[in-house]
């Protein structure tokens, strides 16, 4: 929720992307064993989310968000790396720690 309200007003875009990126990379560890594609419930959908939240951390989330207001944009390219980084390393990291809810 919280990531989501960041991204739309465009508020510390990186920090969003980070916080998504962590989210859908526990659900693609979820969904791995059924295959890439969606219609086998398969982790597409949430690889793209991961995607999407980087993406626009590199492009910027434009004229009228929050991050340009407060004169935030653009943000430094090493950004969008270190927030699928830290995203994902720390939900693999979580998901090692934590084990698997299915117990797979």
Known sequence: MAAGLLLCTGALTPLAATIAAGVMT???????????????????????????????????????????????????????AAAVLVGVGSALLTRRILGSPSGR
């Open 26 to 80: 526990v659900a693609v560890t979820v969904k791995r064993h059924n295959g890439l594609w969606v219609q086998n419930d398969g982790y597409e959908y949430p690889l793209v989310l991961i995607i999407l939240p980087a993406v626009l951390t590199l492009t910027g989330p434009g004229r009228w968000s929050i991050d340009q207001a407060l004169g935030l944009n653009p943000w430094h390219p090493a950004w969008t």
